[in-house]
């Protein structure tokens, strides 16, 4: 059973840093796309990173370039997301979601949440100005 759990969240003043972990877990296959989402009080739920597994290619949102950085470990199971700089606006719950067996496509196709078949539960992180 595939499993997707998200960890780190927080509340930090405006400028601060948090590091986000995502474990993943109940499946074999080394090509893989994990991702970080965010979704804040009535918006739509928007891509934030990813990262292929397999190459450890980075992809991130215009919005967070800079500030933003996705990483995994040496397994290839945890993927981890530093944010520094916070600002109000990455105020949400953030998201980790998996596909498997496929790259993270080009362009901006990782930022899709449909390619997407595992989800973890979110995780809140609240930026004080």
């Known amino acids: 059973q595939v499993q997707v759990k998200e960890s780190g969240g927080g509340s930090v003043q405006a400028g601060g840093s948090l590091r986000l972990s995502c474990a993943t877990s109940?499946?074999?296959?080394?090509?893989?796309?994990i991702a970080w989402f965010r979704q804040a009080p009535g918006k739509e739920r928007e891509g934030v990173a990813a990262?292929?597994?397999?190459?450890?290619?980075?992809y991130s949102a215009d919005s967070v370039k800079g500030r933003f950085t996705i990483s995994q470990d040496s397994a290839k199971t945890t993927v981890f997301l530093q944010m520094n700089i916070l600002i109000p606006e990455d105020t949400g719950i953030y998201f980790c979601?998996?596909?498997?067996?496929?790259?993270?496509?080009?362009?901006?196709?990782?930022?899709?949440?449909?390619?997407?078949?595992?989800w973890g539960q979110g995780t809140q992180v609240s930026v004080s100005s």
């Open positions: 979601a998996a596909a498997l067996s496929t790259g993270c496509g080009g362009g901006k196709r990782w930022m899709g949440p449909d390619m997407y078949g595992y």
């Open positions: 109940g499946y074999v296959s080394r090509t893989n796309c």
């Open positions: 990262i292929w597994t397999l190459g450890g290619t980075p």
